[in-house]
């Protein structure tokens, strides 16, 4: 005997942006912003409005005498972010919001909108002296690629995550795991990630670096020869020589130009890897996460058979690391051997100042974009005067509320750092491509010249005033959205 067919709750279909979500009755679509209830398709996610302001020391007005609250750009005024706000991307139709506001005097519009970007990627600088892999070489989380090492700067390593070649030009899971790992660091949660040949790197945005299970202190005062020219002068009545070990350049004090400036003979101790100008070396070492980012574990093996016309029993020698967390201190024996000796308290001193003028090792994250094709014709009917407008500063274009740079040349292609955006900032679609908040800022005179979709302004008290109909109103189509009808809570958070 046959059981009756069990009748499934009908779905329906969310056309708030490609992915045309069928969704069931308590459920979800692929973004998490729209659900259905009871037949209904109803936001769920919380616009977020920042709230922001500083107390200051009073001043005084000049214009009326009354205390000036310090106040440059109106930091304590409301800013309705695309956070929560949903998509109508791609944008045949206007933006979910477009919010008018007064701002001394001057009528502003807001134009926010949740873009999909599978165009878009993170760029990280890991601040740490440690070598966690070869430049180009593979990053990887779960064992597919997602980036690559990019070329290092001045006390960092720097990686290039995501981009369209991951995340739809490969397989369906390196495109999963791509979309994963950026949503993961754009909402500043901690990702473990691995090189090829390289190191196993732990990085959240904010957080130190954690390398092969070790988590990082400091990133270098500077390199080997940046150091001596720091601390040479309080080496000088304490020590013959110094050398401060560096992966990239090794410092030599007496023959580097801040010792003989300071009149300090040669030594006689030589250091292997090949000579630069005076008192600087390159490759002493295979780069590594010993001393100073090299392979080194015993500084000793980086020095060669002593010059004998100036080698003498009994020359000091202090050994250093970049951030001052390794040093070692010797004095030569009959034989020209160093021999481990007791440090002064100066010099030990010194090293101490060194790890002192070291900034704290932090992981940065920065999400980059580009704000092209049909995204802009949610804000205007003519998208390239919108890009125009940005690129002479008449239109400002923040993300979640948050600054951004915009890179020179054509387009509209900003990054942004994930520490300045509110929490949870960041969703995706199952493209797979990342959802990322973006707002338009301008006056509305400029907005009408832009073409843009003035008669869906909507002012911001209707939507901050809970007592207002735009409050935690049902929807039945999504294009009720572009109009501020569809707003279930509101999140204020302070920048």
């Not at 873009?115 to 600088?125: E, H």
């Not at 009149?263 to 295979?286: C, H, L």
């Not at 520490?419 to 509305?444: D, K, Q, S």
Request: hydrophobic fraction near 35%.
């Amino acid at each position: 005997m046959r059981r009756p067919r069990r009748e499934r709750p009908e779905k329906i279909r969310c056309d708030a942006c490609p992915v045309m979500c069928y969704i069931a009755d308590g459920r979800s679509g692929a973004c998490d912003r729209y659900g259905n209830q009871g037949g209904k398709l109803v936001r769920l996610d919380p616009l977020t409005v920042v709230e922001s302001g500083v107390e200051t020391v009073p001043f005084l007005n000049s214009d009326d005498g009354s205390e000036w609250d310090g106040d440059l750009i109106q930091g304590s005024r409301q800013f309705v972010t695309a956070v929560g706000a949903g998509t109508t991307y791609p944008d045949y139709k206007p933006a979910p919001f477009i919010v008018s506001q007064e701002i001394d005097g001057v009528d502003m519009v807001t134009v926010v909108t949740e873009g999909i970007f599978s165009y878009c990627g993170v760029k990280v600088k890991i601040d740490t002296d440690s070598h966690i892999g070869d430049e180009r070489a593979p990053v990887r989380v779960d064992d597919e690629p997602v980036g690559h090492v990019m070329t290092s700067e001045y006390g960092s390593k720097m990686l290039s995550l995501g981009g369209v070649e991951h995340l739809t030009g490969g397989g369906k899971k390196e495109g999963r795991v791509t979309c994963a790992t950026l949503m993961s660091l754009c909402n500043r949660e901690p990702v473990e990630m691995s090189i090829d040949d390289g190191a196993t790197i732990v990085v959240e945005a904010g957080k130190p670096p954690i390398v092969n299970g070790s988590p990082e202190r400091l990133m270098r005062v500077g390199c080997g020869s940046a150091t001596i020219g720091m601390f040479a002068r309080q080496w000088r009545p304490h020590v013959d020589e110094v050398i401060v070990i560096d992966d990239h350049i090794t410092g030599v004090l007496s023959e580097h130009q801040a010792g003989k400036l300071l009149g300090m003979a040669p030594t006689g101790i030589k250091v292997r890897g090949r000579r630069s100008t005076p008192g600087r070396y390159f490759q002493v070492a295979e780069h590594g996460t010993g001393w100073g980012g090299t392979s080194i574990e015993d500084p000793l093996d980086i020095l060669q058979e002593p010059d004998r016309r100036f080698a003498r029993p009994g020359i000091r020698l202090l050994m250093v690391s970049t951030t001052g967390e390794q040093w070692a201190y010797y004095e030569l024996d009959e034989e020209l051997c160093p021999k481990p000796a007791e440090i002064s308290s100066e010099l030990l001193k010194s090293a101490e100042r060194i790890s002192e003028n070291c900034e704290p090792s932090v992981c940065s994250v920065l999400f980059m974009g580009g704000a092209g094709g049909s995204l802009r014709a949610g804000v205007t009917e003519n998208p390239v005067q919108l890009t125009r407008s940005v690129r002479q500063s008449l239109t400002r274009l923040t993300c979640g509320g948050a600054p951004t740079y915009i890179w020179p040349g054509g387009g509209i292609t900003f990054m942004v750092d994930v520490m300045e955006t509110p929490t949870n900032a960041f969703g995706y679609v199952p493209t797979p491509a990342l959802v990322a908040p973006i707002e338009f800022t301008l006056r509305v005179s400029d907005y009408d010249i832009l073409g843009g979709h003035t008669d869906h302004i909507i002012p911001l008290e209707s939507i901050i005033d809970p007592d207002t109909d735009a409050f935690g109103a049902e929807v039945d189509q999504p294009d009720a959205i572009a109009r501020g009808y569809d707003i279930s809570a509101m999140r204020r958070t302070q920048r």
